[in-house]
């Protein structure tokens, strides 16, 4: 018997040490990931990880990045964009087509808050008006916001939480943030049309109030991911890219070295929130438990 437990014991720090084939240990765990009163998702744009993390040009996402936590082995699931944000938020990368004009009934983020009785909203950067379904208004691109797609919401009365992100700074001081919201910057601001330097400088001009706030600094989680990386980088489908991850429950300077992908953030944003039904492939994704 204890021959048995001492080999129990070697094999599990060997597989450790190897990384259990590829992903560390903390992939499958089953501690219990903390609570939040808050989590918010902002999503950037079309850059690769070696792009962004240690570039002078975005001094302010790094800081974020080096205070809070970094997944350094975290890849986009496909090309083009549109894939990644259903994966976000659906747990199934479909459809594939950026000019999709359809509806999406596949079981979703929106479905599983409202079922547990959680707040959302989609603070989408110029977004027409408050409940925009429609298509494209540059620089907001629609295909940028899942949301506006789910039958959950188009034609519902869910539909009223899709808001400019003019709403966003209106919220946050009167207490209205809802238990989850998706950031979107539009197309100049995203770094999908403008620049790095013009993403970072809206990032710290907007999403640093939230960090100050008694409201973040209480109960908040705040995940910064890239959607897909350059279209030259295939890697496990979308390619490398970067997600930092802000919370005054995460560890300082973590760095993670297991393989994520967007499937992963959906499950800590549901699980986070204490819901436990999880959408596609959310419900086998690895858990990012080790980041708290």
Same mark, same amino acid.
Request: charged residues 15%.
């Given at each position: 018997?204890?021959?048995?437990?001492? *080999?129990?014991?070697?094999?599990? *720090? @060997? %597989?450790?040490?190897?990384? *259990?084939? =590829?992903?560390?240990?903390?992939?499958?765990?089953? +501690?219990?990931?903390?609570?939040?009163?808050?989590?918010?998702?902002?999503?950037?744009?079309? #850059?690769?990880?070696?792009?962004?993390?240690?570039?002078?040009?975005?001094?302010?996402?790094?800081? @974020?990045?080096?205070?809070?936590?970094?997944?350094?082995?975290?890849?986009?699931?496909?090309?083009?964009?549109?894939?990644?944000?259903?994966?976000?938020?659906?747990?199934?990368?479909?459809?594939?087509?950026?000019?999709?004009?359809?509806?999406?009934?596949?079981?979703?983020?929106?479905?599983? %808050?409202?079922?547990?009785?959680?707040?959302?909203?989609?603070?989408?950067? &110029?977004?027409? &008006?408050?409940?925009?379904?429609?298509?494209?208004?540059?620089?907001?691109?629609? $295909? #940028?916001?899942?949301?506006?797609?789910?039958?959950?919401?188009?034609?519902?009365?869910?539909?009223?939480?899709?808001?400019?992100?003019? +709403?966003?700074?209106?919220?946050?001081?009167?207490?209205? %943030?809802?238990?989850?919201? !998706?950031?979107?910057?539009?197309?100049?601001?995203?770094? #999908?049309?403008?620049?790095?330097? +013009?993403?970072?400088?809206?990032?710290?001009?907007?999403?640093?109030?939230?960090?100050?706030?008694?409201?973040? /600094?209480?109960?908040?989680?705040?995940?910064?991911? !890239?959607?897909?990386?350059? @279209?030259?980088?295939?890697? $496990?489908?979308?390619?490398?890219?970067?997600?930092?991850?802000?919370?005054? /429950?995460?560890?300082?300077?973590?760095?993670? +070295?297991?393989?994520?992908?967007?499937?992963?953030? @959906?499950?800590?944003?549901?699980? =986070? %929130? =204490?819901?436990?039904?999880?959408?596609?492939?959310?419900?086998?994704?690895?858990?990012?438990?080790?980041? !708290?």
């Amino acid at each position: 018997m204890v021959l048995r437990i001492a *080999c129990a014991l070697w094999l599990v *720090c @060997l %597989l450790s040490a190897l990384g *259990c084939g =590829g992903g560390s240990l903390g992939a499958t765990s089953t +501690q219990s990931a903390p609570q939040f009163g808050h989590v918010f998702l902002l999503v950037e744009e079309n #850059h690769s990880y070696s792009e962004v993390i240690g570039n002078a040009s975005m001094p302010y996402l790094n800081s @974020l990045a080096s205070q809070g936590g970094l997944a350094t082995r975290y890849f986009a699931n496909v090309h083009p964009s549109i894939g990644n944000y259903f994966m976000l938020t659906t747990g199934i990368p479909k459809p594939l087509d950026d000019s999709f004009s359809g509806t999406v009934s596949d079981d979703n983020i929106v479905r599983e %808050l409202v079922k547990a009785g959680k707040s959302w909203k989609s603070y989408e950067e &110029s977004l027409p &008006s408050v409940g925009d379904t429609g298509g494209d208004a540059y620089p907001y691109l629609r $295909h #940028h916001n899942p949301f506006s797609y789910f039958t959950d919401v188009v034609g519902t009365n869910q539909a009223q939480n899709l808001v400019p992100f003019s +709403q966003f700074s209106a919220d946050l001081p009167t207490g209205a %943030l809802p238990s989850f919201s !998706f950031i979107a910057p539009n197309a100049l601001d995203d770094a #999908h049309d403008g620049s790095l330097a +013009q993403a970072d400088a809206w990032l710290k001009n907007n999403i640093d109030p939230l960090l100050q706030s008694s409201t973040f /600094k209480n109960d908040g989680l705040l995940i910064i991911v !890239f959607d897909e990386s350059d @279209l030259s980088d295939v890697d $496990h489908g979308g390619g490398h890219v970067a997600a930092v991850i802000v919370s005054p /429950k995460a560890k300082k300077g973590f760095q993670s +070295q297991t393989f994520y992908q967007h499937q992963s953030t @959906l499950r800590l944003i549901l699980s =986070g %929130l =204490g819901v436990n039904a999880f959408p596609g492939a959310s419900a086998a994704a690895p858990v990012m438990n080790e980041f !708290f």
